[in-house]
């Protein structure tokens, strides 16, 4: 079969990944074959394709995250063949040959029935980013935040989380404000939902000072380093930030301040390894919650072969919302 892979390269970091013939004998162990459909482009992907970071620590690999697909074969009684399944995470595209190609051999644990009414192309297109972005949702809700607290911030938010962050905010109420730098997307994160928008210069650079005016009851992070750092000095007594990227960078140069003068939570949220039980609840929300027709506006369609592309402009910050891969 014709896959996406990253081979290991005979010295320094891994290269590119080259389009070539993948054997079904190349694919690691699993109790799970499955013919993928359709995938996405998250950053993770992008950095992996391009081999601008060292994502992959398993050769030869198949990049991508996000799979959607039908099961054909399986030794697992909890599966049967011809169910219809997705998976983000568990080290997929990472240490476990991924979603660009044409099959995929899994463990079965790691896969999340396709909630009923829900097509493929759109399991897809919500991806790992949207299941981020519902989580993030969901760690504001169990700190007790309401949208009558007062608005809530997305930073990153003409990008895949944030997009699909802000449809699910302001579907549930809130009053959002979206951070961006490209102020151009503006009629596309109203069209979300958005209410404000708010220039990514004003916490790009960090925070001028430990404690800011109290502006935001909540926000969602998806950017990291200075940016965080700056968002936390604006949240007000008793908020919190939702924290689940770091697209700026992994450092946090933070004061305390926010924490211990006016209660702050920095709430992280990992959706690589997070259990299913928190997983099934969180597509089961999205299933329910999310606005198709604003999925539908925040999302392109590519075949397999334009993937070397798309990484490329997802890690330029030239991609808008969510973009499938269809890799029938």
Not at 62 to 67: A, M, S, Y
Not at 105 to 133: F, H, Q, S
Not at 241 to 246: D, E, I, Q, S, T
Request: glycine content about 12%; charged content about 20%; proline content about 6%.
């Amino acid at each position: 079969m014709k896959a996406l892979v990253v081979d290991k390269p005979e010295a320094g970091p891994p290269g590119r990944a080259a389009f070539r013939d993948f054997a079904d004998s190349e694919l690691p162990e699993g109790d799970v074959l499955l013919r993928v459909t359709h995938s996405t482009v998250n950053y993770k992907d992008g950095l992996a394709v391009t081999g601008r970071a060292p994502v992959v620590r398993r050769f030869p690999m198949v990049p991508g995250i996000d799979l959607v697909g039908v099961v054909e074969q399986s030794s697992n009684p909890a599966v049967k063949a011809g169910d219809r399944v997705l998976l983000n995470g568990w080290g997929v595209g990472e240490t476990h040959c991924g979603a660009y190609a044409p099959k995929a051999r899994v463990k079965a644990d790691w896969l999340v029935p396709l909630p009923e009414g829900m097509a493929p192309a759109e399991a897809a297109a919500i991806g790992t980013a949207g299941y981020t972005a519902m989580l993030c949702v969901m760690a504001l809700e169990r700190h007790g935040l309401t949208p009558e607290r007062g608005p809530v911030l997305v930073t990153g938010a003409a990008g895949g989380v944030g997009s699909v962050a802000i449809a699910l905010l302001a579907s549930a109420g809130w009053y959002v404000a979206a951070s961006t730098g490209r102020p151009e997307e503006q009629a596309y994160l109203e069209s979300l939902g958005a209410k404000e928008v708010v220039p990514r210069d004003r916490y790009a650079g960090g925070a001028a000072r430990p404690l800011g005016k109290e502006v935001w009851a909540a926000a969602v992070d998806t950017v990291g380093s200075k940016t965080l750092a700056g968002v936390l000095t604006e949240i007000r007594y008793g908020g919190a930030v939702a924290a689940c990227g770091l697209a700026q960078g992994m450092d946090l140069p933070a004061s305390v301040a926010p924490f211990i003068l006016r209660g702050v939570a920095l709430l992280g949220v990992d959706s690589v390894m997070a259990p299913r039980a928190l997983r099934l609840q969180a597509w089961s929300r999205l299933a329910k919650e999310l606005d198709r027709t604003k999925l539908a506006a925040m999302t392109a369609t590519v075949g397999l072969d334009e993937v070397p592309r798309v990484a490329e402009a997802i890690l330029a910050g030239q991609v808008r919302g969510r973009v499938v891969v269809e890799i029938g």
